[in-house]
């Protein structure tokens, strides 16, 4: 029998999680029927109720629900836990089980796809929201030498940085404590370059040889990518590996079978120009 899985968000219509775990479905032999949902605000809990009732075994979470499915959920993952958010969510009898694959998925695309081990680098996360709490623990189990969040407002980035001190060497800081600061790599978890924005990072961040790494995707040449690249940074890449990576994570956790990405990332990519 055709299991169904779907992704909740509002808006929803522009979400690739269909065309993602369909073709995951197809690649592995998954019997697996995927829709979309678009949620109305306010009304997760019986809207998720109602797929439940018809038979859906699991949903995929993106804005703004992530923290709506965190509070609907019985059972939470550590990463649950930590982002108090769900991005994955499963359904087992009466348990709701709830799991947060972003910063998996982020380190997995940059340590195993772009082959760029954090292991002793210098690593900068600008932004301290939901993406960036994500990564917060995948990132310090990399074990860098030293991982600074800098945020527009300081106290997310120390919160942050408290959260992550017993984990590794992390701290919080403001834009301008950046000057004279340079990193191996820089992650743009701000969610500036959804309205075409630059946070208010300085160009001289890039050590040689460094990655820029925008977790926003499908956008080209963000302005972050721009100022990096006309700083001289030859690696550049944007978040389609990580949305194909926390998607097969999610996949693997329902389905029990890993599927491969690549045709995925390769798929979804827009050229960064
Ligand atoms: P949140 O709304 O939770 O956090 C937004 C963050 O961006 C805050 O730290 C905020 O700072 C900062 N910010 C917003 N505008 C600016 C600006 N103009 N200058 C400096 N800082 C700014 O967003 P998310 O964490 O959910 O998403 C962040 C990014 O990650 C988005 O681009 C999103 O698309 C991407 N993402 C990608 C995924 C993928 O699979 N590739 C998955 C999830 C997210 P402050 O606290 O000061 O307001």
């Known amino acids: 029998m055709t299991d ?6 509002n808006p929803i219509q522009h979400s690739k999680s269909p065309l993602i775990h369909t073709a995951f479905g197809s690649a592995t032999g998954q019997d697996i029927e995927y829709g979309k949902i678009e949620g109305a605000i306010g009304e997760f809990a019986a809207t998720a109720d109602a ?3 018809a038979g859906g075994k699991g949903m995929n979470i993106t804005a703004p629900f992530k ?3 965190f509070a609907y959920s019985t059972d939470r993952s550590p990463a649950a836990e930590l982002a108090g958010a769900a991005n994955a969510i499963k359904f087992d009898g009466d348990r709701v089980c709830a799991e947060n694959f972003d910063g998996v998925g982020l380190v997995r695309d940059v340590v195993h796809n772009l082959k760029r081990p954090l292991r002793g680098k210098r690593i900068l996360l600008l932004g301290a929201g939901g993406a960036a709490r994500g990564a917060l623990l995948p990132f310090l189990a990399e074990r860098p030498a030293e991982l600074v969040i800098a945020n527009r407002s300081l106290d997310k980035a120390l919160m942050l940085a408290s959260i992550g001190s017993e984990h590794g060497a992390v701290t919080g800081c403001t834009y301008q404590d950046l000057i004279a600061q340079k990193f191996d790599i820089v992650f743009n978890a701000t969610s500036a370059s959804l ?3 630059l946070p208010p990072v300085h160009a001289m961040v890039f050590l040689p040889g460094a990655l820029a790494y925008e977790l926003a995707y499908g956008k080209g040449l963000t302005p972050f990518l721009r100022l990096a690249q006309n700083a001289g940074v030859a690696h550049l890449a944007d978040g389609v590996g990580m949305l194909a990576e926390q998607a097969a994570e999610a996949f693997a956790w329902w389905r029990g ?5 690549r045709e995925v990332i390769n798929r979804l990519t827009v050229p960064l120009v």
């Open 4 to 9: 169904r899985y779907a992704v909740i968000g």
């Open 51 to 53: 797929f439940r009732a």
């Open 67 to 69: 923290l709506d499915a």
């Open 195 to 197: 309205r075409g924005e």
């Open 257 to 261: 079978v890993r599927p491969d990405t």
